[in-house]
RNA sequence: GGCCCUAUCGUCUAAUGGUUAGGACACCGGCUUUUCAAGCCGACAAUACGGGUUCGAUUCCCGUUAGGGCUACCA
């Protein structure tokens, strides 16, 4: 058996998207299973539309999924070749320059070539689907290139997987219907068929066609400019139609790579989810050592140290790094600089006991709390305190517990106390606390 | 219109003739809780419809319906 060649071949008329990036991984999922290799090409022959930053921004998206190939060209390059091969069918005969279309253009006479199409049922077999047939008739004699010098698509992407000797043609469904005339052309060049897999399209999260329009995020690179891990997306885009036939969902590019079969892949489209892709990389965010976390996500405070400390609570709070970066600078300011705060807020739980002793009561075993103590800690310590007064009193923990929350985060919401004072230390806990205490006798 | 592909909870899917039709995400409820999260527990929720084949169909066949693709001298 021949040893395993798939190909990515994306045309640079347009950002990474996330159903080329599937397609994509696909083939390299393929192909590295089965130890094979995978050609990348460069479809770039539509001259207008093709641009050089469009070719190195897919490169990048698909080297920032983990994804490698082992060949690289561009079809552009590969115009003499095609020119020869198609010299070479019309002089066999199995194409022909239809001189009576010919015309001017550019001061120049273009004559378009047409396959001559035997006309016959063709039937090949998908991986995915089984057998696919077809009636090439109403094809007529289709065209293959607009002049002898400039092939269409479909010549070109056969003249090329036959001279890649790709084994595998791995590509989306929206292909099925091109699969009859790309085999013409295979046979009038006398070229050996290769398997075809067609995948399910992905659709957008009303199952309708994904576009600009939807509303879905179509661009790769903005899923990781807003903070998803590539692990993440590899993840969750290989999920979206395929499964490993078990309840297993949690795979690396590596594991994928031992698992990948075209059996688990389905036939029916599937539906682009945000929620789901949003928890699957909290997963992998959550993954990620303190340190990792800060890195990948490029976040930045003005106290490492705390930062540091706060990874934690960003892991517990946030699905992607814009969220993370949201969260320190928003809910979380108050662990690098002082909060403001009203006395209105600090008394709003106050019934009772008046909220200024209570506070007070805190400053002594604040103070002697140890240096660096855990959020456990601070909790045995501080929770009797609150214990007491529930016992005592008509406010329960919460008069005691809401103004000190307050007071260190200036925030309605927030983590819990015993983590803040143990994330900002008691001394700028005690300075909080201390300040509330003077707004209280205002 | 013609040709082709597809069809299990809201979504991604498991189960390839025999299961109380399983899991995940979302949603809802409870526990926990000063708040917001998180965590734990639980509930709700599907075989599109109609015919066959079979002792027995999610599973095989046919039809209907619905969705999707192709129908270019774009890729």
Not at 198 to 221: C, F, M, N, Q
Not at 358 to 383: G, R, W, Y
């Amino acid at each position: 058996m021949n040893k395993v060649v798939t190909r990515i071949p994306p045309s640079p008329t347009g950002r990474l998207h996330i159903g080329t990036a599937r397609t994509a991984l696909f083939n390299y999922l393929f192909a590295r299973h089965a130890g094979g290799s995978v050609v990348f090409r460069s479809e770039d022959t539509d001259r207008a539309r093709s641009k050089k930053e469009y070719e190195d921004e897919i490169i990048e998206g698909l080297h920032w999924l983990g994804l490698s190939w082992d060949a690289f060209s561009r079809q552009s390059e590969h115009a003499p070749r095609h020119r020869e091969l198609l010299e070479q069918i019309v002089a066999a005969g199995t194409a022909y320059v239809s001189k009576e279309e010919s015309k001017m253009e550019k001061g120049k006479m273009v004559e378009v070539v047409r396959l001559k199409n035997p006309g016959r049922s063709i039937t090949f077999h998908d991986e995915i689907r089984g057998d696919i047939t077809f009636d090439s008739t109403e094809l007529g004699d289709f065209v293959i290139a607009r002049a002898i010098d400039d092939p269409i698509y479909h010549f070109a992407v056969v003249a090329d997987d036959m001279d890649a000797d790709i084994t595998h043609v791995i590509r989306g469904e929206d292909h099925i219907s091109n699969t009859t005339r790309q085999i013409l052309i295979q046979e009038a060049l006398g070229a050996p068929r290769p398997a075809y897999a067609h995948l399910p399209l992905i659709l957008d999260e009303k199952r309708a066609k994904l576009s600009k329009r939807s509303g879905t995020v179509l661009s790769l690179h903005d899923y990781r400019d807003e903070g998803f891990l590539p692990e993440a997306m590899v993840n969750y885009v290989a999920l979206l139609g395929w499964s490993p036939g078990t309840d297993e969902e949690h795979f690396s590019l590596a594991e994928l790579v031992k698992r990948f079969t075209l059996e688990g892949v389905q036939k029916g489209g599937a539906a682009w989810n945000r929620e789901k892709l949003l928890s699957v990389n909290q997963r992998w965010m959550r993954e990620l050592s303190d340190t990792d976390f800060i890195a990948r996500g490029a976040l930045e405070a003005v106290d490492e140290k705390v930062l540091r400390r706060a990874v934690p609570l960003l892991k517990e709070r946030t699905r992607t790094f814009d969220e993370a970066r949201e969260l320190l600078s928003g809910e979380l300011s108050c662990l690098f600089s002082s909060p403001k705060f009203s006395r209105e807020a600090l008394v709003a739980k106050e019934c009772g006991t008046p909220t200024k002793p209570l506070l007070q009561t805190l400053l002594v075993p604040l103070q002697d709390l140890p240096d660096n103590a855990t959020p456990e800690i601070v909790k045995s310590v501080l929770m009797p305190l609150a214990d007491a007064e529930e016992a005592r009193g008509k406010g329960g923990r919460g008069a005691l517990l809401w103004p000190f929350r307050y007071a260190l985060s200036g925030q309605e919401k927030s983590p819990d106390p015993f983590t803040l004072v143990s994330l900002i230390g008691k001394e700028e806990a005690l300075a909080r606390v201390k300040k509330a205490i003077a707004i209280l006798e205002e």
